[in-house]
């Protein structure tokens, strides 16, 4: 908090391995599976995933961030490239979904890159995204209907505060860059 009683928010990324959905770090159950650079990424490197198999809450993709302050606001983003042209894909607190919940029309998604954040227009915003009452942050990819569901993606990051910052690139540590922006706390 500085002298105005403003709390600054600092561009970080608390996901580890944030292109690297194949690591170890990025929960895989069920069915889903990861094909390892499939694909040429938003920054021009053959370094995008395939996620597919995704059908149910208990076939999905997640990573958690813990230790973190109960209740703060977080923002989830990531890019993606849908493959599946129609089915919801979900993206929830791995905790526990009522501290977090975006749910995206994969048929709104245009055929190229996109990064998903708050105002995308494929995006519905059920639950606004907090740490849950276990200290927990995090990225949890799934879907609820039946029918699988396949996308690209590259670039997914969490970082405390209501807004996406620009992208971290992460491997084995969360980053922490400068701060900012100020938010009213």
Not at 133 to 155: E, I, P, V
Request: aromatic share 10%; hydrophobic share 40%; glycine share 8%.
């Amino acid at each position: 908090v500085d002298s105005d009683g403003l709390l600054k928010w600092s561009a970080h990324n608390l996901l580890t391995y944030s292109e690297q959905f194949d690591n170890a770090a990025w929960s895989k159950r069920g069915t889903c599976a990861i094909t390892a650079n499939d694909a040429t990424a938003p920054d021009g490197t053959l370094t995008a995933d395939l996620v597919s198999g995704l059908n149910s809450s208990t076939n999905d993709l997640y990573q958690t961030a813990s230790s973190l302050p109960v209740g703060a606001p977080y923002t989830p983003s990531f890019y993606i490239k849908r493959v599946s042209t129609s089915g919801t894909l979900l993206v929830d607190n791995p905790a526990i979904g009522t501290a977090g919940s975006w749910s995206i029309n994969m048929a709104l998604l245009p055929d190229e890159w996109v990064r998903i954040e708050r105002g995308h227009a494929a995006l519905t915003i059920i639950n606004e995204h907090v740490v849950s009452a276990g200290g927990q942050a995090g990225l949890h990819f799934r879907k609820t209907a039946s029918g699988a569901l396949s996308f690209h993606l590259w670039g997914a990051q969490v970082n405390f505060g209501p807004t996406a910052t620009a992208y971290l690139p992460t491997t084995s540590a969360a980053r922490y860059d400068s701060p900012r922006r100020q938010w009213d706390a």
